[in-house]
């Protein structure tokens, strides 16, 4: 790999790192007045090795899982990839885990078994993800 292109993926998950930390401060402060309804701010870029610096501004600035689900989703949305956040409850039947929490669909981990939904949060704008038929990924 040549020096510009890693420097190129540094300077990118730089500033990824910086948006992803400033997206979570602002949503602090506007979530309690506009609850699900903040808007995040599009990325600076979504060049090849941003998604990593935001993915370590969300662990540097402690993010909760609606925070970073609520980045994660406006990062995909500029890259044209329309992701929900689904916010769930704990099933009454279940006692591991936390009373609530949120993930971004496609991308995260599925907790429907575990959480029931109570609010889907659509992606702004950005177009539905293209996800693999269940026969074609058996055979990969």
Known sequence: ???????????AGARGWRWARRSVEQMRREIRADGLD???????????????????GLRVERATCLERSLVVQRWW????????????????????????????EHYDADCSEQYGEIRRVTAPGGQPPRLRSPARSAAD
Do not use: E, K, Q, Y
């Open 1 to 11: 790999m040549r020096v510009s292109a890693i420097a190129g993926r540094v300077v």
């Open 38 to 56: 903040v808007v995040v701010a599009a990325p600076p870029t979504v060049a090849r090795g941003s998604m990593r610096g935001v993915r370590a």
């Open 77 to 104: 949305a500029t890259n044209g990839v329309a992701l929900d956040v689904i916010v769930g409850i704990r099933h009454p039947d279940r006692t591991d885990g936390d009373m609530a929490h949120a993930w971004v």
